[in-house]
């Protein structure tokens, strides 16, 4: 409609809106597409680990009817590491974090054939602190790959105690250790609270204990990595309880 009267107007203006409106739907209409391609690569995503589970479960019993404990053991703590990576956004307790470490450390040791032993020692009453799922397995990785896999007594000790203002937990190795000056940088890095500095780091493991800890405790949770006295090198994490109101599952405040 051509013309400059009052209805040319309005009709143009209610050209202009219909064009709009079949833009909108056409966007809504592909975002709807797009959640829904979503929901079923999620279902798709969920059903793949737990086929794997259902599998890994068969070959257990099948191994155990062969008499294979070796083996059927190593099986079930892969089943066990599956099922928390399943539900890694839940919380653990240091009790069962440390298990999963077993765990894991049961088949680092076949897949890099060394003979590792992992100590546990944790001070009374801090077996049912609450962390994050999985936060440990990463520092227990670096120090196999890192310092110990040319190590013929290779050990990992992980050690938890509580002080006044929160609660340290030591991951000690006895490995190769670490140059000084890639420890000084790596330090560096890990206190700092900038994303800026994260952008180009390419220790992923590392970064993600420490945004994990910071997020469930408070921006004064930190992870040190120092030289010990076996010549290996520790991880040291603290997590300062008073930041945030960090409970024992069953009920107390630490």
């Known amino acids: 409609m051509k013309g400059k009267d009052d209805i040319a107007e309005l009709g143009q203006t209610l050209n202009t809106m219909l064009d709009q409106l079949q833009g909108l739907i056409h966007d809504i209409e592909q975002e709807q597409e797009q ?3 979503m929901e079923l690569e999620a ?3 969920q059903i793949r680990p737990h086929f794997l589970i259902n599998t890994l479960n068969s070959i257990k019993c099948s191994l155990i009817l062969q008499q294979d404990r070796l083996h059927s053991g190593i099986i079930d703590s892969l089943m066990s590491l599956l099922r928390a990576y399943l539900k890694v956004n839940e919380p653990a307790t240091l009790q069962e974090e440390c298990k999963l470490l077993g765990h894991y450390v049961d088949i680092m040791k076949i897949r890099n054939e060394i003979p590792l032993e ?29 310092g110990l896999v040319d190590k013929p007594d290779a050990g990992i000790a992980v050690r938890a105690a509580s002080g006044p203002h929160g609660i340290t937990i030591e991951i000690e190795d006895n490995g190769c250790g670490m140059e000084e000056e ?4 790596l330090n560096r ?3 700092s609270d900038g994303a800026e500095q994260y952008s180009s780091y390419k220790r992923v493991g590392l970064i993600n204990v420490i945004q994990r800890l910071r997020l469930t405790f408070g921006p004064s949770a930190s992870l040190t990595l120092c030289q010990n006295a076996l010549g ?11 930041d945030r109101n960090v409970f024992l599952s069953g009920g107390t405040k630490l």
């Open 43 to 45: 279902l798709f995503m």
């Open 118 to 146: 992992l100590t546990i020692d944790l001070e009374p009453g801090l077996e049912q602190t609450v962390i994050p799922k999985l936060v440990l397995q990463p520092l227990i990785e670096n120090a196999i790959v890192h």
């Open 35 to 37: 959640k829904r391609v």
């Open 189 to 191: 890095r890990l206190s």
């Open 182 to 185: 890639l420890r000084t940088e």
């Open 232 to 242: 290996g090198t520790s991880a040291v994490l603290y997590l300062p309880v008073e």
